[in-house]
């Protein structure tokens, strides 16, 4: 189904392949903002540090994040 639609808008689907996709929206999702813990859940990730890594999130960046975010 992903390659079909990468290929019907003109891409070559051995270049975005479905865990490429999943890592790049969450990217975007993130940058547009800022709630890590939302792209935690999105990605099914039970460890913070997990989504830290996954996105390449420096450790500034995780800890101005975490020190915003009430739980």
């Known amino acids: 189904m992903v390659n079909q639609w990468v290929q019907s808008i003109g891409l070559d689907p051995a270049a975005y392949r479905t865990h490429f996709l999943r890592r790049t929206k969450a990217t975007l999702i993130y940058r547009r903002t800022k709630n890590l813990r939302a ?33």
Do not use: F, P, W
């Open 39 to 71: 792209v935690q859940l999105l990605l099914g990730h039970t460890k913070r540090e997990s989504t830290v890594r996954y996105l390449g999130i420096g450790v500034d960046d995780a800890l101005e994040i975490s020190e915003q975010t009430e739980m």
